[in-house]
């Protein structure tokens, strides 16, 4: 159960580091599990560091590996314990999940970039949430999410101003549009220096309309998970260190309680 400290910080940032929240050998058998995969399905070889791919996109292909059920420990009881807490006792339906493995390329400089922020889902209290679970060790600039904490609260505020419908584009458009420390970030005005990017955006963050922004990059052990308010804006990066990125998500989406027809 989460204690008032960690729902706090929740509300506050709409991210949460659960540590240990999978044990790392669950971790590491599910780690295993994907690469016996890229063996099997796409030649890429975890000893063999020609066979690995050269792109800064993560991999994709990973379905029927996911619809074996090798990563259904990621719904754990220390994560459902949480997700009740965040979305309410049984009120939520999770998805299987999706893989999120980025190979290495030490050449291309590790970046805050302006392409990819998006939030998935627009609305509030939250909706829905998504769980974010290391498969191995993860180091700075190793190709973790990048989560633009604070987020979430633009995004209400937002559809609480406008009573539009929350759709992610023209949310991402009209805040671009209104704050120039987002529109730097987003990329309509981008910094061209990117030690100032890293500056302004995750040392200093800003406040803007009483909101704290701040963006965090995901990394830690494996074993190691994050769950987030999915109104958050969140993007991919390239890997700048030596061994994939490999991670699992997955969003667990709030379901309406069934209507008690005698009320
Ligand atoms: O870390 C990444 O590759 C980005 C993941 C992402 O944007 C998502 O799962 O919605």
Redesign the pocket.
């Known amino acids: 159960m989460l204690s008032q400290d960690q729902l706090d910080e929740f509300d506050h940032s709409g991210l949460l580091r659960l540590p240990g929240a999978v044990a790392a050998s669950e971790a590491g058998t599910m780690r295993d599990g994907i690469w016996t995969y890229l063996k099997d399905h796409q030649g890429i070889e975890r000893e063999r560091k020609g066979t690995w791919p050269v792109t800064t996109t ?1 991999l994709s292909g990973f379905q029927p590996l996911v619809r074996s059920g090798v990563f259904d420990g990621i719904g754990n009881a220390v994560v459902s314990d949480v997700i009740d807490d965040l979305l309410g006792r049984r009120l939520w339906r999770r998805e299987r999940g ?1 893989v ?1 493995v ?1 190979f290495p390329q030490p050449d291309i400089p590790w970046i805050i970039p302006t392409a ?1 922020w ?1 939030i ?1 889902v627009g609305s509030s209290h939250p909706r829905a949430v ?1 769980l974010f679970v290391l498969l191995d060790d993860l180091d700075h600039q190793g ?3 990048l989560v633009l904490t604070g987020s979430h609260h633009l995004v209400n505020q937002y559809v609480a101003s406008t009573g539009l419908a929350p759709h992610p584009r023209a949310i991402k458009s009209t805040l671009a549009s209104t704050y120039p420390w987002l529109a730097g970030l987003l990329g309509k005005h981008p910094e061209s220096d990117e030690s100032d990017r890293v500056r302004r955006y995750m040392k200093e963050g800003e406040v803007i309309d009483g909101v704290d922004l701040r963006v965090v990059e ?1 990394h830690g052990s494996a074993g190691d998970a994050f769950i987030m308010n999915s109104d958050c804006f ?4 390239p890997n700048n260190r030596e061994i994939p ?1 490999m ?1 699992v ?1 997955t969003m667990a989406t709030r379901i309406e309680p069934p209507k008690n027809i005698l009320a």
């Open positions: 993560p999706r999120l980025t990819g998006h998935d998504q190709g973790g999410t995901l969140h993007t991919g990066v990125r991670m998500t």
